[in-house]
């Protein structure tokens, strides 16, 4: 379990000098941040492509709880320990 | 679309 917490009305907001890039090379989406990488998964590129550092975690998981086919509290505990791990290496922010 | 759960990983 991360140590790290996101509370269901707090907005993630992907801070500056982090950002989603396409690798051509490998043919999947990366989370670029300095000095690191984050290959991403189809699932981990949809949580972050909902990311506009506007909307809750509450309302993400609404949207990807209606595209996926998973319980909605599945979804949003497996949201949560995603971003809770991106927070723990510092390429999220959260604003409450 | 299937759910998975999501995997983190981090990559000189």
Redesign the interface.
């Known amino acids: 379990m991360a140590q790290v917490g996101i509370a269901p009305s707090d907005v993630p907001v992907i801070p500056r000098g982090v950002r989603l890039h396409f690798d051509k090379v490998r043919d999947l989406w990366v989370l670029l941040a300095p000095e690191?990488?984050?290959?991403?998964?189809?699932?981990?590129l949809a949580?972050l492509r909902e990311i506009d550092g506007t909307a809750t975690l509450d309302a993400i998981t609404e949207v990807l709880a209606a595209?996926?086919?998973?319980p909605a509290p599945?979804?949003t505990a497996?949201?949560r320990?995603?971003l809770a791990?991106?927070m723990e290496?510092r390429i999220l922010e959260v604003r409450t | 679309?299937?759910?998975?759960?999501?995997?983190?990983?981090?990559?000189g």
Not at chain 2, 1 to 11: F, H, L, N, S
């Open positions: 690191r990488t984050i290959n991403l998964d189809p699932v981990g949580i595209k996926y086919d998973a599945q979804i497996d949201v320990d995603f791990g991106l290496r | 679309m299937a759910w998975t759960k999501p995997v983190i990983r981090e990559i």
